[in-house]
């Protein structure tokens, strides 16, 4: 299980990034990294850049997140989705995430805290993962990308 202290925003893998790409009237969300665990943090911020700026985010509060799937790619899509269940039925957002994967099972942490609407001043309010453009694979440089767009 991940560690109870939240990881500074800055990755110290130096592959680690997010982005978003486009796709019609929905947001495609890509994380980038040196392993899938790190690709899965970054594809969580880009969730949340989605919604609004993670760097504005607080870590007041961690929450456990588990999931499992038969395999990669499902299981990004369950991850994703098990943060847009935690983000409605907790009312908050996520700014910071510490994943592991071992085989087919994910073990996270996310920290952030109560949507503030004033301060956060969300531009979308994300209903959940597809299975569109959804891709989880390993390139030839050896950095890991995820891939999928999301439902606004």
């Known amino acids: ?3 109870q202290n939240p990881p500074d925003v800055r990755s110290s893998d130096p592959a680690a990034r997010w982005e978003h790409f486009p796709h019609d009237a929905d947001i495609g969300i890509r994380g980038v990294g040196g392993s899938p665990a790190a690709a899965f943090e970054q594809g969580a911020l880009a969730l ?4 609004t700026d993670p760097q504005c985010v607080e870590p007041r509060e961690a929450v456990a997140v588990h999931c499992e799937a038969r395999d990669l790619e499902l299981l990004f ?5 098990a943060l847009v269940f935690e983000m409605a039925t907790r009312g ?4 910071r995430f510490a ?6 099972r994910l073990d996270a942490t996310a920290w952030g805290e109560p949507i503030d609407v004033a301060r956060h001043q969300p531009a ?3 209903k959940g993962a597809t299975y569109t453009a959804l891709r989880v694979a390993q390139g030839a440089d050896g950095t890991w990308v995820a891939d999928c767009v999301v439902d606004v």
């Open 1 to 3: 299980m991940p560690s």
């Open 124 to 126: 979308a309010e994300v």
């Open 48 to 51: 949340t850049a989605a919604i």
């Open 92 to 95: 908050m957002i996520f700014g």
């Open 77 to 81: 899509v369950e991850w994703l989705n």
């Open 99 to 104: 994943v592991a994967i071992a085989g087919t």
